[in-house]
């Protein structure tokens, strides 16, 4: 197939968005555009999403920024996403800082563009690898990890010591997919230092976020040192990942654990007979590791935050947790999916703090979007899910108001489709979602059970950007249930 888009992802022969709006003055922007630079004023190199949000406050369901001579439209309005979410019209559109990961992950899952051949190929060889079996197969592992977390939670309950809640939810999620997903121990808990991965992965998002603040042509002299950190963080993730790989060729597989590294090293495609090339085995596996991890790391800190904060919330879902689960020491894969309150509060907190908190969408072929906005074919638009996940039309005045029951079943018939997304929408939406969402359910289950979570009164929310959200700063003092040892703690927050 012909090469149709450029090195940005837009259609060859668009020079900006902007080409690709026919009536882009119809399209809200924020006041005070400085020449050249565009909508600079106020806006925070640290934060762009968060910016977005406050103008997509101000302007409403769609509307546009400019930075240094390029339009860009944002998107949010309920009956707007429904439409971008109709896949005979749209399809994802790889750009902005997705775009800019492609020197790490290349054609991988979530960075292919649309006509690259490698992406479908590795969805059909994978998907087997998130069904129910292969997910009832991961359960065991994903408990022995969980009690790696416990066992470093018992000790600081013991001594009332807080617990980095974001860094302990990272070690948590790179050992889980490591483990269930590739057969490898990072040995995340028995470092006093994060892992050098997940070091290397925070680089090169930053990096990747970083790129989209500056104008193009002056990126390699303003990120010129950024830039050669970039490179290096990109050769430490080959060669762990090299090194994962390597270690399972000379074992001679997995041992028939038929793994997501299994997949990808040993099955042909069910219809073409097609394998997985090498190198895109390594962009594969460095896209679970980085994607199976980092979003549901940030979906666990914000609903342990809000656990903390809501201890009426708490108190129903531990009270569910001891009601479904009982004495279990070790609940089963089946007993998870019966945690439907915990699950409400995951879904909430995913709700306010999607964290994959955008993704895009092109049109397919001229069109008008929602019967008001014309788009030509190649055009593109950025969904902000968390102002989505907001929109008044469909949560109501209260929406910034933390809810799980917003999210009983009964609600959610009542709500139109399309109107929650933290997964993204379509062909191209996260294939390890239900692998996500049960390993996050389990996790808050076992935590619930064994402790009560006590915040620090004077910790105020701040988010951190890096393309993915995580809370900044949040520790948390977990005191076990029940007195005996690492039991209660009479030590306070300072």
């Not at 609940?331 to 409400?344: S, T, W």
């Amino acid at each position: 197939m012909a090469e149709t888009t450029t090195r940005t992802g837009l259609p060859k022969g668009f020079r900006s968005a902007e080409q690709g709006w026919p009536a882009l003055h119809r399209i809200p922007h924020p006041p005070y555009r400085v020449p050249l630079a565009g909508d600079i004023l106020g806006a925070s190199r640290r934060t762009p999403l968060q910016d977005s949000l406050k103008y997509a406050r101000r302007l409403g369901p769609i509307f546009r920024r400019n930075a240094f001579g390029k339009e860009f439209v944002f998107t949010w309005g309920a009956e707007l996403v429904a439409d971008l979410a109709d896949e005979s019209r749209f399809a994802k559109h790889v750009g902005l800082g997705v775009a800019n990961l492609r020197p790490v992950a290349g054609d991988g899952l979530f960075t292919a563009y649309n006509h690259e051949p490698n992406w479908q190929l590795a969805h059909d060889v994978l998907a087997p690898g998130f069904s129910r079996e292969a997910m009832a197969g991961y359960h065991p592992m994903m408990l022995a990890v969980a009690e790696r977390l416990t066992d470093h939670w018992d000790r600081a309950a013991a001594g009332g010591r807080a617990v980095d809640v974001p860094g302990d939810m990272t070690k948590l999620t790179l050992e889980t997919i490591a483990r269930t997903g590739f057969g490898h121990d990072f040995g995340s808990f028995e470092r006093a230092r994060p892992h050098p991965f997940v070091t290397a992965m925070v680089g090169t998002l930053t990096y990747a976020q970083r790129l989209n603040s500056v104008p193009g042509p002056l990126a390699p002299v303003l990120l010129r040192r950024a830039s050669r950190r970039n490179a290096a963080d990109i050769g430490r993730l080959n060669r762990i990942v090299d090194e994962v790989i390597r270690v399972r060729r000379a074992g001679g597989g997995g041992g028939g654990s038929g793994d997501l590294l299994d997949r990808m090293l040993d099955t042909a495609h069910p219809e073409t007979g097609e394998r997985l090339s090498a190198e895109n085995v390594r962009r594969q596996v460095i896209t679970f590791l980085v994607a199976g991890h980092e979003t549901t790391s940030g979906a666990l800190s914000f609903a342990l935050h809000y656990l903390a904060r809501e201890p009426e919330v708490a108190a129903r879902a531990r009270a569910e947790v001891d009601r479904v689960w009982g004495d279990t020491a070790a609940p089963g894969y089946e007993q998870v999916a019966k945690l439907r309150y915990v699950r409400r509060v995951l879904d909430e907190s995913l709700r306010l703090w999607p964290t994959a908190p955008a993704f895009a969408r092109e049109a397919r072929a001229d069109t008008v979007l929602a019967g008001e906005h014309p788009m030509r074919r190649g055009a593109w638009t950025l969904v902000l899910t968390p102002m989505l996940h907001r929109d008044p039309s469909v949560w109501g005045d209260d929406a910034e108001r933390f809810d799980p029951d917003r999210f009983d079943a009964r609600a959610v018939r009542g709500r139109a489709p399309h109107v929650f997304k933290p997964f993204g929408t379509g062909a191209r939406a996260c294939i390890g979602r239900q692998f996500a969402l049960h390993e996050a359910t389990l996790v808050l289950g076992l935590l619930l059970r064994r402790y009560e979570l006590r915040p620090d009164p004077g910790y105020r929310l701040r988010v951190t950007e890096r393309l993915t959200l995580m809370p900044e700063g949040l520790r948390l003092w977990p005191e076990r249930r029940g007195g005996g040892a690492g039991g209660p703690s009479p030590a306070q927050p300072v």
